[in-house]
């Protein structure tokens, strides 16, 4: 089955960019996922991309997609306080078109 | 804009209690998930559902079972809740397109 991968934590300075990268494993991907979660909530829809796209921008963030090498990335421009949270990639495949997660990358942005 | 309400925020049940844990999406949506999120392990796909009557295991489904009655309503039932179900849940829904997953606010439920 598919396994998507993304690193821990990310520590950024207010002002920065943040790229939080991930990996997944199955070329038939049709949909690639970026959630946010703050503490106690649940998951909030931040932008996805179809697998035939290499990038979507969207105000502050920036999805890039490189499909021969299975990796997904986003990109918030002018990293701010409120962005603080953990990031979700997730990937969807398969004949029901099943979504698996990564494990959550923590943004942590310093003031 | 979608929403997706689960029937508690937070939950305190002890261990063998039969547990129902309910969700509601607004968009006549046929897809819906169950997951449960644990600290390390990230989200797991417990069951989900495509259609009203119709359900699919996940990839965590022992000790679980879900029922859709109605094409809104997607229940999540733990027929005797045991302390290592103590986790967040979380409900979802996908758009007919498939492009879009939305989430319900979870319900953190505590077994003793």
């Known amino acids: 089955g598919e396994d998507v991968e993304q690193s821990l934590f990310l520590s950024v300075r207010e002002g920065d960019s943040s790229v939080i990268n991930c990996t997944y494993t199955?070329?038939?991907?049709?949909?690639l996922y970026w959630y946010k979660q703050e503490p106690g909530a649940g998951l909030q829809l931040l932008t996805y991309?179809?697998?035939?796209?290499d990038m979507k921008q969207d105000q502050r963030l920036t999805v890039l997609l490189n499909k021969k090498d299975k990796h997904l990335s986003l990109r918030i421009a002018d990293t701010q306080t409120g962005d603080s949270a953990i990031y979700f990639c997730?990937?969807?495949?398969?004949?029901?078109?099943?979504?698996?997660f990564g494990i959550g990358t923590k943004l942590q942005v310093i003031p | 804009d979608v929403k997706v309400t689960q029937s508690s925020r937070y939950l305190v049940k002890r261990t063998g209690e039969k547990v129902f844990l309910e969700c509601v999406q607004d968009?006549?949506?046929?897809?819906m998930f169950w997951y449960r999120q644990d600290p390390g392990l990230g989200l797991r796909l417990i069951y989900f559902?495509?259609?009203?009557?119709?359900?699919e295991k996940g990839d965590i489904p022992e000790g679980y079972s879900v029922s859709r009655e109605k094409k809104e309503r997607f229940s999540l039932i733990l027929e005797s809740a045991s302390t290592n179900q103590t986790s967040m849940y979380l409900c979802?829904?996908?758009?007919?397109?498939?492009?879009?997953?939305?989430f319900g606010p979870g319900t953190r439920l505590l077994v003793l």
């Open positions: 979802a829904t996908r758009s007919p397109s498939g492009e879009t997953q939305y």
């Open positions: 199955d070329s038939s991907s049709t949909y």
């Open positions: 991309i179809f697998s035939n796209m």
């Open positions: 997730a990937a969807v495949s398969g004949g029901y078109q099943k979504v698996t």
């Open positions: 968009m006549d949506h046929e897809n």
């Open positions: 559902s495509y259609d009203v009557k119709m359900k």
